[in-house]
């Protein structure tokens, strides 16, 4: 079946400029999660969604960053104002039962 | 806190070798521990996972991990390896005591295979 897709696989960017990463979940899996990973900082947890409740965004590095997901499937994580710091690999995953499974990622460059 | 170390950054093998990759993790109770692994450009693609049970599990592409309480280890092997294992692995952790949240990930162990 249709595994977790995300859009688009690479973006380039400005300095200041925002830019929105999308994730389409594996249908039917409750619990979608956001992750970053950069050379200097390894896999880092952003943000998770577990069905109807409150998302968990402690991982969030500033408030720049945010995150929404409608009707419980596809998810958009928002990036506002964007630093060369944020350049990065996006990684989206989606679960149910426990095992969470990974799309390819979007490859974030800000110059 | 919960953490996961990865010891080994990089490592080198034959192909046809034998393949151990260490991960070591702090935690209170019995974790959630998952291996995945990650070719260059790609996502990460799930080996294998131990939730409970029987502590040695298998996985996909021939590799098995062994869960040792005593050592908070949860090693990851393979008898034989293949050029097409060359890749970056990840050993990680469920954070809290649900297996819902959010993963822990070691730094990381690169693996090369030499011809």
């Known amino acids: 079946g249709a595994g977790v897709s995300q859009s688009p696989s690479n973006k380039v960017t400005e300095k200041g400029k925002d830019v929105e990463l999308r994730c389409d979940p594996i249908?039917?899996?409750?619990?979608l999660y956001w992750y970053r990973q950069s050379l200097g900082q390894g896999l880092e947890f952003l943000i998770y969604?577990?069905?109807?409740?409150?998302?968990?965004k402690s991982g969030l590095p500033s408030d720049r960053f945010s995150a929404e997901r409608t009707g419980g499937s596809v998810s958009t994580l928002t990036i506002q104002r964007t630093q060369q710091e944020d350049s990065a690999v996006y990684l989206c995953?989606?679960?149910?039962?426990?095992?969470?499974?990974f799309g390819p990622g979007t490859r974030l460059l800000v110059l | 806190a919960q953490s996961v170390t990865q010891p080994d950054i990089h490592i080198t093998v034959s192909e046809g070798a034998s393949l151990e990759l260490r991960c070591n993790y702090s935690?209170?109770?019995?974790?959630?521990l998952f291996w995945y692994v990650q070719s260059p450009g790609q996502g990460l693609q799930l080996l294998l996972k131990?939730?409970?049970?029987?502590?040695l599990v298998q996985g996909i592409k021939g590799f098995e991990a062994e869960f040792k309480r005593s050592q908070s280890s949860f090693n990851l092997r393979k008898p034989s390896v293949h050029w097409s294992d060359a890749a970056e692995y990840f050993c990680?952790?469920?954070?809290?005591?649900?297996?819902?949240?959010?993963?822990?990930f070691g730094q990381g162990t690169t693996l090369q295979v030499k011809p």
């Open positions: 990680a952790l469920v954070h809290g005591s649900s297996n819902t949240g959010k993963l822990i």
């Open positions: 935690y209170g109770a019995t974790p959630y």
């Open positions: 131990y939730f409970s049970g029987d502590t």
């Open positions: 995953a989606s679960s149910a039962g426990g095992t969470q499974y």
């Open positions: 249908s039917g899996h409750t619990a």
């Open positions: 969604f577990q069905g109807n409740s409150a998302p968990d």
